[in-house]
């Protein structure tokens, strides 16, 4: 129980530590621009995905705590209210496709269940969030770069995360939970 506890408060932290910090732009070298909270969102999915051997009501409760949470620091900080939004519906949406997509893949090994979750809630909470929380604020152009910039960077540091196991990185794709 205590590791449930210890991930599903990570989780809890990530998440409202990316949100805090989703309007803070860094520009990437060659093409795009990632938000300073997409280092810390990145953990998230990952994250959740720990979560999966305690059961799905143990993994949506998380989510559900995690979206109010975000929503109350949110509006406690004066978080534009398109930020709350978006955040809101990219917690519950994205993190509820991942969920399923994981529970589907249990029978495989750990880095195919992360990977395979993960192939579909990074784009997915990336163009929710995006669109909601930054449509018609920023360019056409910006939101291109701010899409990829995003992608590739949910999609790196959840794959760190993934591999770092009990302590240290894992190249073995065959490890259980």
């Known amino acids: ?7 599903a408060g990570t989780y809890l932290l990530a998440t409202l530590g990316a949100n805090y910090s989703a ?7 060659v093409f795009g621009q990632v938000a300073v909270g997409t280092f810390i969102f ?15 009501p143990w993994v949506y409760g998380t989510i559900a705590i995690a979206a109010l949470a975000n929503v109350l620091m949110s509006a406690l900080l004066d978080v ?3 930020i709350i939004g978006a955040s809101f519906l990219a917690i519950v949406l994205a993190e509820t496709a991942d969920t399923e997509i994981y529970q589907k893949l249990l ?3 750990w880095l195919l269940r992360v990977a395979g979750s993960n192939a579909v809630s990074v784009p997915l909470d990336t163009l929710l969030f995006t669109l ?13 770069a701010l ?21 240290r990185f894992v190249w073995q794709e065959s490890l259980g939970d």
Not at 46 to 56: E, Y
């Open 147 to 167: 899409l990829f910039g995003e992608i590739l960077v949910k999609y790196l540091i959840g794959a760190l995360v993934a591999l770092w196991r009990n302590g």
């Open 23 to 29: 309007a803070w732009f860094i520009p990437l070298p």
């Open 42 to 56: 990145g953990i998230t999915f990952t994250q959740r995905d720990r979560l999966h051997s305690a059961g799905r």
């Open 132 to 144: 909601v929380a930054f449509g018609g604020v920023l360019s056409t152009s910006a939101m291109v």
């Open 107 to 109: 029978p495989y090994p």
């Open 1 to 7: 129980m205590n590791r449930y506890l210890i991930n």
């Open 80 to 82: 534009p209210m398109r």
